[in-house]
């Protein structure tokens, strides 16, 4: 119960198109859910993050879309671009002190020109 | 710059040797953390710690220790109990624990075995 489930492992698109990362979770008490981008020898960064009350959240080209009721949550990036290229990882956290992160396993993404 | 600091970048441990990681961060954020990346795996929580002098055991925290003396320094031993420690190993920080706070990450140690 405690798992996020991501997927695909790996993913390759074309410049221009639009990758869609997917996550699942089973604990209905997560609240919070980042995604994080992490490029080779690098640690990873936060890139965007949602709350259950909101169903979509945008920046710049990243978007979250949230559907509560089937606990699933998904990336997608716009008019990718080569330097979009790197893994990304999806997370999720209750509102309880004491909990961490759990993190799904991670996608790796090629955008190719 | 604030940041998290991760050092040495690269690391080799012999057989039967402990290892230690240093992680120090310049953030004053309460919470520390320490996660193991390997391949195909995501990142594994081994440590984490809300304050100092307190910590608690994660997912994976067999062959293992840490320490918290200082708010700034989180520093994880790789004890010879840890049979198979190569991977890369990521040190996090963050204002407090849960309650939605993001965690702010170093550029990790890659630790081999020789």
């Known amino acids: 119960q405690q798992q996020v489930k991501q997927s695909p492992q790996s993913l390759i698109v074309q410049k221009g198109g639009i990758p869609i990362i997917n996550c699942a979770y089973e604990?209905?008490?997560?609240?919070?859910f980042p995604w994080y981008q992490q490029f080779p020898g690098k640690g990873p960064a936060l890139l965007i993050a949602?709350?259950?009350?909101?169903s979509e959240k945008k920046e710049g080209r990243f978007t979250i879309s949230f559907n509560k009721s089937a606990k699933q949550f998904s990336l997608h990036i716009m008019d990718s671009q080569p330097g979009d290229s790197a893994t990304y990882f999806c997370?999720?956290?209750?509102?309880?002190?004491?909990?961490?992160?759990?993190f799904g396993k991670g996608t790796t993404l090629s955008v190719s020109s | 710059d604030g940041g998290i600091t991760q050092s040495p970048k690269y690391l080799f441990r012999k057989e039967g040797q402990n290892v230690t990681l240093s992680c120090e961060q310049n953030?004053?954020?309460?919470?520390m953390y320490w996660y193991r990346q390997d391949p195909g795996q995501g990142l594994r929580l081994i440590y984490y710690s809300q304050i100092v002098n307190d910590f608690q055991k994660g997912d994976i925290a067999e062959g293992y220790s840490v320490s918290r003396e200082k708010k700034e320094s989180f520093p994880l031993t790789v004890t010879s109990a840890q049979k198979n420690p190569t991977a890369f190993y990521l040190c996090?920080?963050?204002?407090?624990?849960?309650?939605?706070?993001?965690?702010?990450f170093g550029d990790g140690t890659r630790l081999s075995i020789l």
């Open positions: 604990n209905t008490a997560f609240d919070y």
């Open positions: 996090a920080s963050s204002i407090g624990q849960g309650a939605r706070q993001p965690q702010h």
């Open positions: 949602i709350r259950p009350d909101v």
């Open positions: 953030l004053n954020h309460d919470a």
């Open positions: 997370a999720a956290s209750t509102n309880q002190a004491g909990t961490a992160l759990i």
